[in-house]
């Protein structure tokens, strides 16, 4: 039927008649239905089968660029993924349950069987979440910092940035220590005269 019109759902009233725009609402809501339900579950299907095997973060949006997946969906491909690792901790629960009831079988044989069985069920590979999640967080970061770096109000900080970024950074991967204090406490330790502008920790916080 031709290509999807980007104009749509737009927050301003368009030339378009109001049956056709209509018409192309719904023909972009059953694609994305279509993605959302179909696309995204046999991309899931496929690092199960770890028939694509991304090695970092660049090489994965590439991949889903590849499957027509934008990275606003990395969050939905994050919740697929928890699923099935959460399939696969109760098939193992249910395993260990059934050879606990089980009567004693030979050694080599129950060896046997629970090899057979691993062959047929493969595990849900661990380091996928992680990565889509470290993608997300990275991405979200990089706004961060470009709001924090782009006011104009702001110009002393982008030409020192260097206690910007560290009080950033403490706040993105540091944490707590045991008396309450901040990440960020004591990131401007030591600015004296001719240290440079003052870091707004606080509102990075």
Known sequence: EGALTPNVFMPFACATEPATAEADEERV???????????????TVEVRKQSIVPLDGGVMVEMLHGFGVNVRYLGRLAQLAEAEEALDRRKEQAKAQARQQAPAKDTAQEAALLAQAQAQTQAFPLYWRRMLEVEMVARAAKHVL???LSPPEHSDIRRAPAATLTAFLNCLFGTESADGASPTAGAGAGAGAGAGPATPSSDIC
Do not use: F, I, T
Not at 29 to 43: I, Y
């Open 29 to 43: 809501r059953l694609v994305s239905r279509w993605l959302w339900d179909e696309v995204l579950p046999a991309v």
């Open 146 to 148: 470009n709001d924090l």
